[in-house]
Structures are given as C-alpha cells and as structure tokens.
C-alpha cells in the first residue's frame, strides 16, 4: 500500500470507493469538499452509480499516471467494498465481501490494449453504448471533469451527426411536440440542410 | 433514459456543424428554442473559433461557392459547392474583399461601388464589441483633379439597421491601403501626411478607426531599419500586421502584440504562440519576418499562418501566395497562384440573431 492519502468515495447504489487524493481531485466537485474538509470522512455521491463511478476512477487514475509520467501496465482502481447494511442496497456481484481488496468483473477486452498514446486511450475509453456516454457526461458534469466532459460530449456529438431528426429523438427520448404543419415549416426554413 | 438538462446538451450541440443544427432545430419546441438562443449561437461560434472547426473557404465571382474545410483529408481536391440557397436577395450583388465576419457575409451592388481609377470603395465588416452589434464600415476615397484626395466615411449599425457617418479622421487614407479586414475591433488604414520633424519630408501615420467608440487613433511606429517608401496593414491571425518596403527592396513584417495596452510597441516576434495578447499593458510591434526579397513596386502581404503556427502565408500582389518559414526565416517554393476572390470564413448561426433584430425592426 502506497503512503499517499487516500479519499472515499460511495456512489449512490452503497458501493464504497478508495481512490489516492490526487485522483479523486481530477473532479473539482470532490477536490472543493476535500478543501471544505469533508476528506476524511466518507464522499457520498448520490447521483452517480457505481458502474459509472467505477470508470470515470479508471478515467482519472489514467490521466493522473500520465501526468505524473508512471508507467502502468494496466490501470486498476482498488475497490473496497463493505456490507452496507441498507435497504436500497442491491446484492453486490462480488462474493467475498470481507476481503480488502476486490477487483469487480470487469470486459477484460478493456485492459488488453495498450495505446501509446493517450488520445487513442480516451478513444477506446468513450467507444461504449449510448446510454453509458450519457450517464458519462452527467456524471462527470456533476463531477466537474473538464476532460472527461470534452470527451463525451465530443463522442456524442460525433454519434449524432449523421443521424436523422427521428433516429435524435429516439435516441434522447424526446417527445415531438411540433404539429405536422410546424415542423414543415421548420424543414422548408433551411431545406438544404436536410440532403 | 430522462432527459439531458440543458447545460449538458449545449456543451454537446455546440460541438455540430451548422448544417445539423439547423437539422435538429425541429426535433422538439425546446432544441428550437435552444438552438435558437442567441448565448448559444454565440457559444457555437466560442467553440468553433477555439477548436477551428466550422471553417469554410468561400469563393467568389458573382456567385458564392463554399468548400467545408472540416469535411477535407490531406489528397482532397478542393470541390466547391454552389450556393443558391443563401438568402441573397440581389443577385446583381458580388462579395468584396474584407466581406466576412463571425459568419456573417458582407455583399455590395457592384453598380454601387463607384470603383474606378478616380475612386476606391471600401467596405469592411466587423463585430462591435463594446455594442453586441456587427457593423460595417465603408470609405470612399477619391481623386478630385487638381486639388488632391478626399474622402468619406460612413458606418451601418446591423442592430439599428442604419448608416449613419461618424467625425472624419483629419487626415485622408491613402489609396488602398486598407486592412483586409477589422482586427481588434478597428480597421486600419495608413495616411501620409507633411512632416513635422525636419529630417522628413513626410510620415506614414498607421490609423486606427475603432468601430464601437466610433474614435481614431494613432498607433505607434515600430523600428524601422532603414527608409522606406510603403506600409501596408493587414491582418494575421487576430493580430494587426504591418508589411514596411524598403526602399533596399526587402520588406519587414511586424505584428502588433498586446493591442491598446500601455506599451503598444512592434517588436521582433519568435514564436507564434505568443500572439494572442492584446488589449494588455505591453502592446508592441513585434518583427515577425525581415528581409524577404521583393523587387520594387510589388506589394507583400500577409495572408494567414498555418495550422501549425509555424509558416505564415504571404501575396505578392494579391496575385501569388508563398509560404514564409519562420524558423529557417526564408520563402518556400512553389509559389502558388491564386487571386483575391477568396476568403476563410467560421460558419455560424449569427446571422440568426441579426435577422430576427432587423425583422423586428
């Protein structure tokens, strides 16, 4: 176990993260209570999952280790995770739960590639479904991770480009609340940027 | 899925071309009204400038074609497109040099524009920051025989939808020697007026015409290294430019660094990153090129710098582009032919806001 300080995180479905400081001050959110002094005590995050919670660490231990120039192999982030005794609680996909350290499963296809090059890391981390990009970028706006917000609002800017007025609307469940004679006029308005 | 707030989706929207948000306007009343909105319009515009994207290079004749530089790989061979579906409501009207700002296209009647040997029409737009407003300028400088050169200027406020003229610098522009565009909220000119030091017979004042105070103002003089017989200004990036001939056949370029500040002085430039200072407390000159070889009477310019910031494109009579090296500080073959009808421009939705205003009366 390293000597640095180390901050706990707990997402908002019970699971309990340790991440070193450096790390979890990648999100000005949490480096502002850590000023306000709530550092030693447990970071509760009500409004980012887990699953979610868990990459954006992976995110931010990757970038603090290439900036601070360490070569890692793979980048692993140490969860530890405890019998929270709560109602809303789901059963934890981890059996052991007494042990200290535990590796949540994880697509192992995730730490195969080793890209020299860190744009090519963000590429392969923000390659996800839609709706992972989407918890993404309102986690990390809650968060406050500049790079991690650019990054996913790029990608889904990148996916949206070639899409059709319905496929948008499918996609961020938007309901249409223009007539048929209003969205006609809308259309004519700039006819060329339909072809 | 809920919904995304909006904070989120302008940070994702203005990232799209102009074309898909335009698109997307009807995907709900609420994306209309976002897209619509003049803080993003501006933000839009914030992005592309930043990550320049959105570039478009348009060229013009009488008629308009666009290539969508962000849509180009390296072997593209540039396919300009035609623009029928601008809302030019004259065709008679052509573009003129210094037509562009933020998007937004300056068109003039050529009936109108009085160019000829006796007269130069100017006509440059740019945005007004101390106003929110864009505006265009015009001049008109002109030969009255046997008596000199005159001129007038006048200035049309899009927000008011109006021209109106403003007080005249007491001393008139000398013949085309605009800037190609507004930098820094002013277009420069140069005006040579009687000396009144003694070792001179006359000096090159460099003019500075703000277009939100509506003031003149003369800026300082870099170091010259010798006599020379001809300024040009011009911009470069966002800088103001100055081109000095010698009259030893070589040209400097200096640019103006730290624009307004207390110390406005032109001094020699190193690297190119350094530019985007100004309206800070050092403002100078700073000598980005010397000694380029041109023969008399040709005219250098500068015209843009390169991706990299490392080259900077120069014309040789609005005729011929060559590329400048900075750091070996030499020309680079070929030289490219090429003529005044194009211009780099930022795609965006300003024009949206305008147009409402002026709908609106």
Known sequence: MSSKKMITLKSSDGRIFEVEEAVAQESQTIKHMIEDGYGNSVIPLPNVTGRILYKIIEFCTKHVAVEEDIKQKSVEPTVVVEDVKQKSVEPTVVEDVKQKSVELPVDDDAWDAEPSDIDEWDAQFIDVDESTMFELIVASNYLNIKRLMDLSAQAIADMMKDKTVEEIRKIFNIQNDFTPEEEMKIRNENSWAYE | ?361
């Open chain 2, 1 to 361: 899925m809920a919904q995304l707030p909006n904070e989120i989706l302008e940070k994702i929207l203005c990232r799209l071309s102009v074309k898909c948000l335009l698109r997307f306007r009807c995907v709900s009343k609420s994306w209309f009204a976002l897209i619509s909105d003049p803080y993003f319009i501006k933000l839009h515009l914030k992005q592309s400038v930043q990550t320049n994207t959105n570039n478009s290079l348009f060229q013009r004749n009488f008629d308009l074609f666009r290539v969508a530089l962000d849509s180009l790989h390296d072997d593209d061979v540039l396919q300009p497109m035609k623009i029928d579906s601008i809302p030019l409501r004259f065709r008679n009207y052509g573009l003129r040099s210094g037509f562009s700002c933020d998007g937004l296209l300056c068109t003039s009647n050529f009936i109108n524009a009085l160019d000829s040997l006796c007269t130069s029409c100017v006509y440059r737009i740019g945005y007004d920051n101390t106003n929110d407003d864009y505006k265009v300028v015009r001049i008109v400088v002109y030969l009255i025989l046997g008596f000199g050169i005159e001129y007038e200027i006048k200035v049309y406020s899009l927000r008011s939808n109006s021209w109106h003229r403003p007080e005249k610098f007491p001393h008139c522009p000398n013949w085309k020697s605009f800037g190609n565009s507004i930098v820094c909220g002013s277009l420069h000119w140069i005006s040579t007026v009687k000396s009144e030091k003694s070792d001179l017979k006359e000096e090159s004042l460099i003019v500075a015409f703000d277009i939100g105070t509506e003031k003149y103002r003369v800026l300082p003089q870099p170091q010259y290294r010798g006599p020379y017989y001809k300024l040009y200004v011009d911009d470069l990036g966002e800088c103001l430019s100055l081109s000095c001939h010698y009259k030893s056949s070589t040209v400097d370029m200096f640019l103006l660094k730290e624009y307004g500040g207390k110390n406005e002085h032109w001094s020699r430039l190193i690297n190119a990153t350094l530019l985007k200072e100004y309206g800070g407390t050092n403002e100078s000159w700073l000598r980005l090129a010397q000694n380029i070889p041109v023969p008399s009477n040709h005219v250098v310019k500068s015209a843009a710098y390169s991706n990299c910031g490392k080259n900077v494109l120069l014309s040789m009579d609005d005729d011929n582009l060559v590329w400048y090296d900075l750091d070996s500080e030499s020309l680079e073959d070929p030289r490219i032919h090429a003529d005044e009808n194009y211009s780099f421009e930022v795609e965006t939705l300003a024009w949206k806001i305008y147009y409402d205003v002026a709908e609106a009366g």
